[in-house]
């Protein structure tokens, strides 16, 4: 009898539960697919039509999740919980946030450890921005 191939997950060096959310926050376009919008429909029981102008918005040419205020980063996707900082719609967000990060790292709780580190306090929360060199974000 042959081997019986075994996937193995590679570890993660970052733990999502303790971030305050970066990826929903410094991305000021989250893209939604035709998919993300069935997930979301079904998700909150309505029609794509109705999740499509309720949680979504055009930027340029891009369907992209809509934004709210958010007392630590400014703004943030509208379906982050602002007392867990956790995704309120974890079970149905789009692909993008699925895959994010897609490396065993993921740099914002790198930086987030070292400046805790380096203030010598586990409540320090570096802010960040994303900028891009043509202007636009």
């Known amino acids: 009898m042959g081997d019986i191939a075994t996937s193995v997950k590679p570890r993660s060096y970052y733990d999502c539960v ?3 959310a970066y990826c929903c926050s410094v991305y000021e376009r989250v893209q939604v697919t035709p998919r993300d919008v ?3 429909a079904r998700h909150f029981g309505v ?3 109705v999740a499509t102008a309720r949680y979504t918005k055009m930027y340029e040419k891009e369907r992209v999740l809509r934004r709210k205020k958010d ?3 400014g703004e943030t996707c509208q ?6 900082r956790g995704c309120s719609i974890y079970h149905a967000r789009p692909a993008v946030c699925r895959e994010f990060p897609i490396t065993t790292r993921c740099a914002y709780y790198d930086l987030l450890r070292f ?3 380096q ?3 586990p409540n320090t929360v570096p802010l960040v921005q994303i900028s891009f060199r043509n202007g636009k974000k």
């Open 71 to 73: 007392p630590l980063f």
């Open 38 to 40: 069935r997930r979301l």
């Open 119 to 121: 203030q010598d306090d």
């Open 115 to 117: 400046e805790r580190e």
């Open 18 to 20: 303790d971030c305050p």
């Open 79 to 84: 379906f982050l919980n602002l007392e867990t």
């Open 47 to 49: 029609t794509e039509e």
